[in-house]
């Protein structure tokens, strides 16, 4: 595959975003646009080195992310944007040494390694091939004019009314024979009503000498392009549709599809059951039969087996392992881990702490930086004060305690291992191995008082 190389078009504005950032990083549920092109042509088997993306407009942002995120992917810069004409010949230096270059809009994020597969395979048979797609309102899209022999295109703006009603429509995705497009490139002109050099020329230009042009008509929703934040929308919907459907034949449950959005980078096993209303980011896992409950949203949380979210979590970056419970209305974040069988339960906060296995919060908690040993039993709201003005502190409380409603441990404190607090105490002092810390004033009765005498003027 060494002889075939790819090059991604994004040094256009994107002028119909309305936004501040360039249009190939604007996000599809949790990724850049392009991240899901340049995935798509390393699933059809290019390698990274093969690949480049010609940056202009914002396009140090565009560098800064590619280079980070797809190291050995080549960056190529158009500093002035002419069209796609000019795009790709300014990038002639690079795709110069190849056999077949295929061009890509950087804005069509749906397009599957499958197709591309296909299209790759034209490489031998044409001069140039290029994807085309029946529209059904094909607005401003180049128009495919087809002969008995050959293909070309032309441009909305420049096409008669006869032309403007062909429904065929270039989908801005082709293969070169790049002795072909080497022939042709220079010869495109700027001649036309938007005085701008036009890649589709090449296949005009390509015919006039006698060269093979074809085209591979492919479903439209694959070729949806993104040129606005209601087409951004509505490749999301796709994406989302195609992401949920990839986990439910991996037999996943999804109850309804339609609510729930699975990021490109989450990973989920079979049985694992998504309730309505459920959003899964980033490099989150859900193990075997884990089942995550309503209105939940994870961000890089890794569920191990059979963990249970009854309904409305908030995970971020912390670990559920097997068998482990919360719920509902819990917040767990920072580096957090439930050892297996643990158990957070309603209105608790876990802030990077550590629940040994087959602990408990069950109710109303905040523990942060806490480290708490198995079988502990906290009860009902309990807290780490674990910032003093200054400093975040730490609490540790070892296996087997049980800590009596109400308990504030004043962080940095200790408590060991089999110890209890009483209710209502305030924890400052460490507590050894099996002794009970009370930390709290004596109740005193006072007799013979009545609210209305003590109240008289
Ligand atoms: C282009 C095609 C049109 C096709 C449509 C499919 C041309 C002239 N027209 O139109 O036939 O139906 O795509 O979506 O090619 N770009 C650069 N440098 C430039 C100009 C553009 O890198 O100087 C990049 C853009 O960032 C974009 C892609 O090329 O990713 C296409 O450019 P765009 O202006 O969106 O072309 P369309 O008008 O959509
Ligand atoms: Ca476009």
Redesign the pocket.
Known sequence: MDSLCVL???????TRMKSAYP??LQPILDRPIIDYVINNVLKAGVSQQNIAV????GGEQVEAHISQTFPAVNILW?H????????VKSARQWWGRYKHLVVL????PLLRPHSLDELMSCCEEFDCTVITFMADYPN????IIRTHDSVS?V??KDATEEQRKIKE????CYAFRVKALDEVIGDITNNNV?H??????ALGLMNARGMNTGAIPLPEEE?Q?V?TQIELASVTRVMRRRIAERWMREGVRILDPESVYIGADVTLAPDAVIMPDVQLWGKSRIGEGSIVGTGSVLTNAVLGKGVKITAYAVIENSELKDGAKVGAFVYIRDGSCLENNAYAGKFVELKNSHIGEGSKVPHLSYIGDAELGHDVNIGAGSITCNYDGTHKNRTKIGNNCFVGSNTMFVAPVEIGDGSATAAGSVITQAVPENALGVGRSRQKNIADWSIHKHHKP
């Open positions: 991604i078009m994004a040094a256009g504005k994107g249009k190939v010609l940056v202009g407009s158009q002035e944007q002419l069209g796609t004409g000019h795009a809009n950087g804005d069509v401003e899209y180049g128009r295109i441009e909305y429509v270039n989908a801005g938007q701008e050099y036009y890649l589709p020329d070729m392009g040129n």
